[in-house]
Structure formats: structure tokens, C-alpha cells
């Protein structure tokens, strides 16, 4: 709760304070919470009316700076949304495009379930095919320069020369930066840092895809126990997460790995607060008698969630297994 002489604006004068007292209104929750024109036509029956309307624009200002933007229903209905593909068609067929632009995607599945596989895909299908700029914060490791190089050049087969090959090749792996960080608070760290270099140079940014994986790897460490300060940690790193998504229209990508849930069955770790952090969340698993990796909708905006995807992890990246089972359309 932000008190309204608390926010430090040069229009809430003692007097104008005092009028929205009047209506109920002392935070900045209340202000958003109360009806507009209702309070407008009690303070326009004050003397003080010219000196409120100020206050009402300014505070409206600062809280469309804070808050990323008032949208009706017919601005957001006008907004494009963009996706990110992976290159992978089963999976970008499920995501009707692929990654949304602008969201969090989380990847959940327990071990050896190809999150790590994805991951590499997605930043090599946007460094290669969408020539942007890719930052990959690796967590565990789990990163390898080798394998992207292996998946571009599969890219990177129709090219007949060999030149040309080594040239996309080239800038390709210059345009996906990896970061190693093994904490929370690096991270962190890291995140901050780029939400203020992105804050002074967006528009010259060819940056369109986060990836951090594994996610859970460097919150896990510190929920419960000894670590109180876990929770809030956490629930920083989402909010800078969403901003950066929404404020520079990233596509982020995080994985995540599973706990046990009811009856045995694998769901996603960080519980639920972190539960409402990623717009989609999609599980995927391995079926090893076949060697085909299954990718299902857990949570997407407009994703019925039992569809599913299916693919192979080869040599060059992500083959689509077509005419996987369907649950239902
Ligand atoms: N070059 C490759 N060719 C074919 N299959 C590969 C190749 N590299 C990795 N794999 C397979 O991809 C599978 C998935 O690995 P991946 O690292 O993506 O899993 P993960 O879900 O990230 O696991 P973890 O949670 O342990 O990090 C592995 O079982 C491995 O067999």
C-alpha cells in the first residue's frame, strides 16, 4: 500500500490530499480502485478543482510509467501479437507460431526430458533464421557452443557454398551470448543490469530472446531452511522477468524441473507462488521405448491443455514427430 503523500508529486498538495481524504481515497490502491468521474464531480464542486485535475493527471502519468500502460479492450484487441518461433514444426504448430513475444515460457519435465535440447534449438533457430540477438543464462552447465553448432549447421545445409555456411554460421554464434551464473543473486545481478542497459538503448537492441536454464536451479537452493530472505528472492526474480518480457517484448524462456505431486505424478518445483510468474507452462516427457519426446500445455492463455506435441532429438536439432496422439482436439 503506497500512501498518496508518500509518491512525492509536486501536484499532491496538502489541500488536494485533503479532497481525495474526503472521497476515501489515501493510496494509490484506492485511487486506481475508485471511479474516476465520480470523484472528479465531487472535487468540481470544490474551489480547489483546477489544482485536482492536475493532481489526477499527474498521478495518472506516474502510474502509467510504473505500471507499463492503461490498455482497453479495443487498443489491446488492435496490438499484435508476435511469436518467436523454434523451428521445430510439431511444437511451433502447438504454440500456433511459437513463443509469444512479450510472455514467459516455462519448460517443465524431470531429467533427460529435453529442455536443455529445446533451449539450445530456440537460440539457435532466432540467432540463424530471425538474425536476433539471443542471451542464454546457463545455470548448470548444461550449455554447449558444440551442440548449437551442430543444430546451425543443420540450419545452415541448404547453403551451397562454404563460405557462406561458415559466414551464418559466424554470426549466428556471435548473436547468442552465454552467461554462466550459479546463484540467484548473480542472476539477479544480471538481470537488473540488463533491464537498465535496455532501458537507455531498447530501440537499438536486436535482443528478442531470454533463455535461463534452469531456473529452479538457483531458486531451489535458497527456499526454506536456513535462507528467509528465499521467498522474496524469488518472487524478484519474477517481477524482473515480466518486466523485461513485457516492457522490451522478449520472448523469455526458463526451465524449470519437477517435484512429486499427487499420487506420485512429476509437477512443477518453486510451488505456488511462482506458479503465476510464467504465462505458459508446457511439461514434456520421454518415452524411451520409442526415443519420442512429448510436449504438453499446462498453462497458455488460449491453449487448450491437452494438446500435445511430439518430436525426436537428433544430430541437427529438433525433428517433428508427425501425427503424434491427440488426446482431443
Ligand atoms: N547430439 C545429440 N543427439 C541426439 N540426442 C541428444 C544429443 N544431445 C542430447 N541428446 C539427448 O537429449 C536428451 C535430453 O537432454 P536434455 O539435456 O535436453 O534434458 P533436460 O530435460 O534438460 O535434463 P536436465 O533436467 O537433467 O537438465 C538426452 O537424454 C540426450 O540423450
Not at 493510496?27 to 474551489?47: C, I, M, P
Not at 553448432?149 to 551470448?177: F, N, P, W
Not at 510436449?295 to 518430436?311: D, R, V
Request: aromatic share 6%; proline share 2%.
Amino acid at each position: 500500500m503506497v500512501l498518496l503523500r508518500n509518491l512525492g508529486l509536486s501536484s499532491l498538495t496538502p489541500s488536494v490530499l485533503e479532497l481525495f481524504a474526503a472521497q476515501g481515497i489515501l493510496t494509490a490502491e484506492d485511487f486506481v480502485a475508485h471511479e474516476l468521474h465520480k470523484v472528479s464531480a465531487a472535487a468540481g464542486q470544490r474551489s480547489e478543482s483546477s489544482e485536482f485535475k492536475e493532481a489526477v493527471a499527474e498521478l495518472l502519468s506516474y502510474l502509467e510509467n510504473r505500471q507499463g500502460g492503461w490498455c482497453n479492450g479495443f487498443e489491446l484487441s488492435q496490438k499484435e501479437v508476435r511469436y518467436l518461433p523454434l523451428g521445430c514444426e510439431s511444437i511451433d504448430n502447438l504454440l500456433r507460431g511459437g513463443m509469444q513475444e512479450g510472455t514467459i515460457t516455462e519448460l517443465v519435465g524431470v531429467s533427460s526430458t529435453g529442455k536443455t535440447q529445446m533451449c539450445m534449438q530456440a537460440a539457435a533457430h532466432a540467432a540463424y533464421k530471425l538474425r536476433c540477438s539471443v542471451i542464454y543464462i546457463d545455470t548448470c552447465g548444461a550449455f554447449s557452443a558444440q551442440r548449437i553448432a551442430h543444430m546451425l549447421g543443420g540450419m545452415l545445409g541448404s547453403l551451397v557454398q562454404v563460405e557462406e555456411q561458415r559466414d551464418g554460421l559466424t554470426l549466428a554464434m556471435k548473436s547468442i551470448q552465454r552467461r554462466a551464473y550459479f546463484d540467484i543473486f548473480s542472476v539477479l545481478a544480471f538481470l537488473q543490469d540488463l533491464h537498465t542497459t535496455l532501458q537507455a538503448c531498447a530501440e537499438h537492441s536486436s535482443l528478442r530472446l531470454l533463455i535461463i536454464d534452469s531456473i529452479s536451479s538457483v531458486i531451489s537452493p535458497v527456499l526454506g531452511g536456513n535462507h528467509s530472505q528465499g521467498h522474496a528472492l524469488m518472487i524478484s526474480v519474477g517481477q524482473i522477468l515480466k518486466k523485461l518480457a513485457t516492457t522490451y517484448k522478449l520472448a523469455v524462456l526458463i526451465t524449470n524441473h519437477t517435484v512429486a505431486g499427487d499420487g506420485g505424478q512429476p509437477k512443477p518445483a518453486l510451488g505456488g507462488s511462482w506458479k503465476s510468474v510464467p504465462h505458459t507452462r508446457l511439461m514434456l516427457s520421454h518415452d524411451s521405448s520409442n526415443d519420442v519426446y512429448t510436449i504438453s500445455s499446462l498453462k497458455h492463455t488460449s491453449l487448450s491443455c491437452t494438446k500435445q506435441a511430439a518430436f525426436r532429438v537428433g544430430r541437427a536439432g529438433l525433428d517433428s514427430v508427425v501425427g503424434a496422439r491427440r488426446i482431443s482436439e
